[in-house]
């Protein structure tokens, strides 16, 4: 069985690898308008996932426009009953244009029974979602209302409290829906 984790756990590197390659070399054959860049560079917008944090508030920042690739960052808090999750992560995104095909990798440390996570008596279940996204996102250059969707493979990483680097690989796939504004 620890074998299997063990073999599970380095296609999921590797996956990965491909998958961060892919991003960063996507923008090899798009093209894009040049006529126009975005004066919206701000959108606040809340993310609901079929798995982990069902919900998240977010904040996405445009922060580089290129010739056929804009990038963003996103920063995110979720807080439920018994659970705090903090979404942060690195958006690529296709065209100038209100339609655009986006990828995007996603980092989120993810506490159970959060409450007591820094007391004594530490009961908290730590976890980090490793998630990536390939999807749909609608942004006027402009500013206005914004809506994205994506499919997202995650690979969930539950660490034993003993242990931190003994982790429970496991992966699953989940639908993120997107509303918001831009500014």
Sequence with gaps: MKAQNERMLNL??????????LLFSINIGLSQNK????????TFYLDVASKGAYYSLNYDRIFRQGDKLNYSFRIGFSILKDVVALPLGVNLFT???DNHLE?????MPYIDQYKSFLSKNDLSDKYLYVVSGI??????WGGGFFFKTALSP?????????????????VKV????SAGWSF
């Design 35 to 42: 006529d126009s860049t975005f004066l919206s560079r701000n």
């Design 135 to 140: 999807g749909y996102r609608y942004q006027k």
């Design 103 to 107: 990828f995007n990798i996603t980092v």
């Design 95 to 97: 065209g100038k244009k």
């Design 154 to 170: 995650m690979l969930i990483l539950d660490p034993r409290s003993s242990d931190f680097w003994k982790m429970d690989p496991e």
């Design 174 to 177: 989940a639908v993120n829906i």
């Design 12 to 21: 999921l590197r590797k996956i990965l690898v491909v998958f961060v390659c």
